[in-house]
């Protein structure tokens, strides 16, 4: 097992780099003397927290432009910080805007879709890496080639479908096609499951476990931080999808909360206080989830780089 751990290669980016390599380049730079090292991390540091906070400047002026007067907001030279605190943008969105139904809508929306991508996802991924059969590289190469296909060459056909069958208006097109696998999650899943060593399923096969038994009581208990950091990918997606709501759903009463955001945008004028107090709030629960998933998250994206 340790020989396995230690030859296991990460591949990125056209070269191959095993573990041991890894392991040498940090023991190289642990034998720098400590002065190099400091100056090493604080370059590094200072060009991360650099990039961060200019990743952080449209968050802080929209966060603050929730608690901002208009006389702010439109004041030139920008007013970054209000010197005065009011929460009229709320209220005003609270008045203009069905916060309750919109929330929920697009929770149901994101929740169904993420357990639809998860749960596909690791079965293909599964049936790919752990099962023998003939063909299944070249399904697998199928697969890969689908994510070049852009999304706008399928989304008319799909609109047809799902019009055909009297689907639309509904939120039936925004959530089963993530039943059905998503390209990207099988091939993060399928690298992860390859991962794992296959005497864990033949030791489950000698005591009398079929395949689904070995995936559901086996493999799927050991692949959660891939499925945590899927699920929180699949969780953004729908939480932030604009366009299909937008081409589905014409029903006020079923809309998203991006889509229902166009009700502060008037022929005119558009109401920003309003805008940037629901869009502060939208943000809210993708923030509190990622930091409350933040270590499986970050521990699912590392180990799905990792071929056993």
Known sequence: MTDTVAGSALVGEGRTTTLADVGRRDLEFRRRPL???LLAGLAKHAVLIGLSIIFL???IWMATGAFKTAVDLNASPIVWLPD???????TQAAALFPLARYFFNTLVISLL????????????GYGLARIDWPGRNVLFVTILATMMIPFYVTMFPAFEIF???GLTNTWVPLILPHWLGVPVYIFLLRQFLRS?????SESARIDGANEW??????ILPLIKPALVAVGLFQF?????????PLIYLTDPNLYTISLGLNFFRGEYATEFGPLMAVSTLAVLPVIILFFVAQRTFIQGITLTGVKG
């Open 35 to 37: 002065g190099r090292r």
């Open 57 to 59: 400047i449209p968050l």
């Open 84 to 90: 005065e605190i009011t929460f009229d943008n709320f």
């Open 113 to 124: 879709s993420v357990l639809g991508a998860v749960f596909s996802s690791a079965m293909v």
């Open 163 to 165: 019009r055909t069958f």
């Open 196 to 200: 794992l060593p296959k005497e864990l």
């Open 213 to 218: 038994q070995i995936f559901i009581r086996v």
């Open 236 to 244: 953004l997606a729908s939480w932030n999808d604009f366009l299909g």
